[in-house]
């Protein structure tokens, strides 16, 4: 089998018995027919090789957009195919997984699409739409947003909103919602206003609330430690923090704060969709980050059996620009 030249790389095939290898100086390599790896153990080398690599930077919006591997890290990655078959369809799944292709013309279609307020809204309504994560980004017009929530109340679980309290509608703050347990945000602003927010009826099943920590902002941390001083759902068991992947963080002082209230404190980086929802499947107790990014993996390697840990359940994410 004939291998390309690599240019100032050298990449090695581990097999039962023999190792092979080819370096820029070796035009080509007699790649022997030795058995090669499991594919279970090439799934794990990729998934380390991918949780090693850089990623561009996502939309801390949209816990439902995929992470894109920047264009180096995808030319080493795509490099292994030609090790083996086994290499080759491990490598494609897992590079194919972290794309999003749209047409030329998607972005201007969308964005048209963004101002139809009321065909979404119609489009929520419509009997049957078991929504169970709404991601909801409100504009001046808050009856668009009301409608949108509403249409949802007893099939929604997870519910994200950038800012709280101040952006959730007026109609919405005494309106019960019986299935939601999380909550994501991004800012906390209109304290002064709503100093009982976490006491509507709106949050009173709340178990997790995941928002934004932010990192020697001393504004932030004076005002979340306000938050704790209000009322809180009686139900709130976990805060989990997002933080950058570059930084390791271990805020004792907050830790220990919400220890005296029961809450357990954990930081995490960026939240998927997927990863959100299992936290409410009875893990929350644990928060294993090893099996969230394993999870989270599995529906990279496979694109096409993407679903949620219990795929019985339908499961769909609502991103909105009302």
């Given amino acids: 089998m004939s291998l390309l030249n690599v ?47 850089t990623y561009l930077e996502a939309d801390q919006y949209n816990s439902a957009e995929v992470d894109f591997l920047n264009q180096d890290a995808m030319i080493n990655l795509l490099r292994l195919r030609l090790l083996n078959k086994g290499w080759a369809s491990t490598i494609h799944r897992a590079v194919y997984g972290s794309l999003n292709l749209a047409f030329p013309y998607a972005e201007g279609f969308l964005n048209k699409l963004r101002c139809n307020n009321l065909a979404i809204s119609e489009f929520c309504e419509v009997k049957g739409r078991s929504v169970k994560v709404l991601e909801v980004m409100p504009t001046y017009y808050e009856a668009y947003s009301t409608r949108l929530i509403v249409a949802f109340r007893f099939t929604l679980e997870v519910f994200f909103m950038d800012s709280l309290p101040n952006y959730i509608p007026y109609d919405l703050q005494m309106m019960e919602f019986p299935k939601l347990r999380v909550i994501r945000n991004i800012y906390v602003d209109g304290l002064i206003e709503h100093p009982d927010w976490f006491s509507w009826p709106m949050f009173r099943g709340v178990q997790i609330l995941i928002t934004q920590y932010h990192k020697g902002n001393s504004k932030w941390r004076k005002q979340f430690i306000e938050v704790l001083e209000l009322p809180l759902p009686p139900g709130l068991k976990h805060m989990i923090f997002v933080v950058d992947k570059k930084y390791i963080i271990e805020d004792e002082v907050l830790t220990e704060r919400l220890k005296t209230l029961g809450i357990g404190c954990h930081f995490k980086t960026r939240l998927s969709h997927y990863e959100i929802l299992y936290n409410t499947r009875g893990v929350a107790s644990e928060v294993n980050c090893n099996t969230c990014e394993r999870h989270l993996y599995k529906a990279c390697i496979d694109k096409e059996k993407k679903v949620p840990i219990n795929a019985s359940e339908k499961c769909v994410l609502t991103k909105s620009q009302v």
């Fill in 7 to 53: 240019e100032n790389k050298a990449y090695i095939s581990i097999g039962y018995s023999s190792a092979h290898a080819w370096t820029p100086n070796s035009r080509q390599v007699d790649m022997s027919s030795t058995p090669s790896l499991p594919v279970e153990v090439i799934e794990l080398i990729v998934f380390h090789l991918c949780h090693e690599e």
